[in-house]
């Protein structure tokens, strides 16, 4: 191999899409200096993008929601579960203080936002006495870029250090990394020169607004009329108009000579819908950075009622939050955790707590359901477990059993052949038979229907009742989930029902809350036509078949 073919074949050279220092042959030498060249005619870098208010918010948001989020090593445990490993020697690195500058809030943010402007995040790891990774000291990507070994598709960082103006190499293992989305496996893709264009216009169309309030006089004024002497007067009486209604001077009254008139010509940036063309930009960049509109204050419109508020804050949850905590996570994982039995773990927890109400029923209904304790609840809110271990205790509500201990309805024992006592009543009653006959059970079972009947309609009054007054609030999943988990416990209470027929009750419920919130949530139905249509149908065929669900098991 010659000399030339070593240096191309040597290494495969890679870079990040901004930043780094070229290799001789890349295709950044053939670009415009100072930037990609959008559509619109601007040069779009990371810094020039954050001159965009939108660019700086999204990038803001979503550094803060990784941020804010708890950072631990947790373990399973061997019977199942899990637990914190507070022990590990990595804790304290992820969950407090990476490097002795920054706190664990100012190192993830400033990670993620080298992520989503430049589509990497190097961090350097400095081991400690004991061979762990004791700190984490950010690198710039502008001054990183990245070799990959032929042979070994190993990549070896390339850092330019502005501290001693060297270049210092590190191995896979000396360095952090984060990336973005991209079609290469070793680098990530800059969010920013993929959406060049689009970024593009919104610094277009915002530097030609910021021209056009510093510099212009009212636009296009065309006078008529003028008796000027010479050329020079006219030339003066035009500077001055210019001068006393441009910039600061802007939106002054003007006195006009005798006889002269004014009018004009051209349109504004309002009557050219820039401020439109700016909401529209702005949206678009939203979309490039994974951004829900409403989260960075943009106007959704019909779309951001206060039923459907929720709801895009759970969708954020899931589509923002969670896919950049897998991100961190699995970082974490391949390049600081070497031992497979400890993972590390964001805490989503504060996204899904929702108001004060919600999530106080949603701990009851935990609570009462075995599957938290009161502990548990204490420790989300950040109070201390109760105190002699009486917070560790789980409960479970009386009427609540098992499948397997359900006991069938209780049946009418027959007498022994041979009771005298029996042989009496017999005759007595002429059925010849301890257990009464088909018509006698109807019977029975009718009457108490008609016994139930009162309640059952007390109870679907109640319903629809409260029904109406959500339809009318413009309600949401958490207030009729609410509603039909108390609804659940009245209806229990009223008819003192056995542990089967309660379970069927809460079915019921949990079925109708979730039709409920479907139908609430309808953007189409601005009335809500189809949830009056349901909550009158229940009104009118429900207190039956709850009279007959109360009697159900007698005989």
């Avoid at 990371?46 to 989020?69: D, F, N, Y």
């Avoid at 762990?132 to 032929?150: A, M």
């Avoid at 210019?242 to 006195?255: I, L, S």
């Avoid at 349109?267 to 951004?291: N, R």
Wanted: proline letters at 5%.
């Amino acid at each position: 191999m010659n000399l030339i073919e070593s240096i191309f074949r040597g290494g495969l050279r890679l870079r990040a899409d901004v930043g780094g220092a070229p290799a001789p042959w890349d295709d950044f030498w053939y670009e415009p200096a100072g930037g990609q060249e959008s559509s619109a005619g601007m040069r779009v870098t990371p810094e020039t993008s954050k001159r965009l208010a939108m660019v700086l918010a999204c990038v803001s948001v979503r550094g803060k929601m990784i941020a804010i989020q708890p950072f631990k090593i947790r373990t399973d445990l061997v019977g199942g579960g899990s637990r914190t490993a507070t022990e590990h020697p990595l804790y304290e690195l992820l969950y407090s203080r990476p490097n002795p500058v920054q706190t664990a809030y100012d190192f993830r943010y400033m990670m993620n936002a080298h992520v989503d402007l430049r589509g990497n995040a190097y961090a350097l790891k400095v081991p400690g006495p004991d061979g762990f990774v004791s700190e984490l000291w950010p690198l710039h990507p502008d001054r990183v870029k990245v070799e990959v070994l032929p042979k070994t598709r190993r990549p070896i960082y390339v850092y330019d250090n502005p501290l001693t103006n060297q270049t210092e190499r590190f191995v896979q293992e000396e360095i952090f990394h984060l990336r973005d989305w991209s079609d290469s496996i070793w680098l990530g893709q800059s969010r920013i020169r993929m959406g060049v264009d689009v970024m593009g216009l919104a610094l277009a169309r915002q530097d030609y607004t910021a021209r056009w309030l510093k510099n212009d006089a009212r636009t296009g004024l065309v006078f008529s009329g003028g008796n000027f002497k010479t050329k020079d007067d006219e030339l003066d009486f035009i500077r001055s108009v210019q001068a006393g209604n441009a910039g600061k001077h802007r939106g002054r009254a003007m006195m006009l000579p005798l006889g002269m008139d004014a009018k004009s010509l051209s349109v504004t940036p309002v009557d050219g819908q820039l401020l439109e063309g700016g909401k529209y930009s702005d949206t678009q960049i939203c979309s490039i950075m994974g951004v829900l509109p409403h989260m960075v204050g943009i106007d959704s419109g019909k779309a951001a009622t206060f039923a459907s508020t929720e709801q895009f804050n759970i969708m954020n949850a899931q589509y923002t939050v969670h896919p950049m905590n897998i991100m961190w996570e699995q970082a974490v994982q391949r390049d600081l955790l070497a031992d497979s039995r400890f993972y590390a773990k964001l805490s989503m927890a504060a996204f899904l707590r929702g108001d004060n109400a919600t999530r106080f029923a949603g701990y009851a209904t935990a609570i009462q359901n075995s599957w938290m304790c009161p502990d548990d609840v204490r420790e989300l809110e950040d109070l201390n477990p109760i105190p002699n271990g009486q917070g560790k205790l789980f409960w479970r509500s009386a009427n609540l059993l098992p499948l397997s201990q359900l006991v069938a309805p209780s049946q009418i024992v027959k007498s022994a052949p041979d009771d005298p006592e029996s042989d009496d009543d017999a005759s007595d009653d002429g059925a010849g038979s301890g257990t009464p006959d088909a018509a006698t059970m109807a019977a029975t079972r009718g009457r108490l229907e008609l016994l139930a009947a009162g309640a059952a309609d007390r109870c679907v009054r109640k319903e629809v009742s409260a029904v109406r007054r959500m339809i009318d609030g413009d309600a949401g999943f958490a207030e009729a989930s609410q509603f039909y988990v108390e609804h659940t416990r009245f209806i229990a209470d009223v008819f003192h029902m056995e542990a089967s027929v309660a379970l069927m009750v809460k079915i019921a419920c949990d079925a109708r809350a979730q039709h409920l919130a479907l139908l609430l949530a309808d953007e189409e139905d601005e009335t809500h036509s189809a949830a009056l249509e349901w909550i009158e149908h229940v009104a009118a065929t429900e207190p039956r078949k709850l009279a007959a669900l109360a009697v159900e098991g007698v005989q």
